[in-house]
């Protein structure tokens, strides 16, 4: 699906509004792809609010990770722009989260290639005139039908 985003709120929302979606889905692997300034953690914000994180949600630039644990589920905010070397991952401790019950939201998720898991949903964003456009792929018929149902 493709959606324009007027502004920051709409980009939150639409985070929260997956978040909501993938409620079903204890365990996923989202990618977060788009140029600096896309709106790629202004959306990994939304989504983790969605998913439950209070709190102050920090940018992971410099940390390359921000977990979170919130209702069983582990959530991993990534940033990997910074990484120089895949292999840098594995100092990362990602072996000991368990598939079935983590959230991966992985941006700049190209320089991770080969370490991290295959992602499970797919998110491009670019800017569109003052607004944004997302595109988002792997989701279902129905979670797209539930998603387009929130946003409405
Ligand atoms: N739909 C939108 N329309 C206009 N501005 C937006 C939209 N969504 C987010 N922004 C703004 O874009 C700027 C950059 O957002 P953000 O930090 O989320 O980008 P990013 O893709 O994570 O960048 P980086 O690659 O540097 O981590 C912020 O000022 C944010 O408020
Ligand atoms: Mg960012």
Known sequence: MIRHLDDEADTAAF????????????????????????GKTTLARGLLRGCGVGGAIRSPTYTLLEPYSVAGRELLHMDLYRLRDPEELHQLGLVDYPPERT??????????????????????????????????????????????????
């Open 15 to 38: 985070g929260a509004a997956l978040a909501s979606v993938l409620a079903a889905r204890p365990g996923a692997v989202v990618y977060l792809y788009g140029d600096l300034g896309a």
């Open 103 to 152: 959230v991966w939201l992985v941006e700049w998720p190209q320089r991770g290639a080969g370490v991290l898991p295959p992602a499970d949903i797919s998110i491009a964003m670019r800017a569109d005139g003052k607004g944004r456009n997302v595109e988002l792929t792997g989701l279902t018929e129905h979670e797209t039908a539930a998603l387009v149902a929130k946003l409405a």
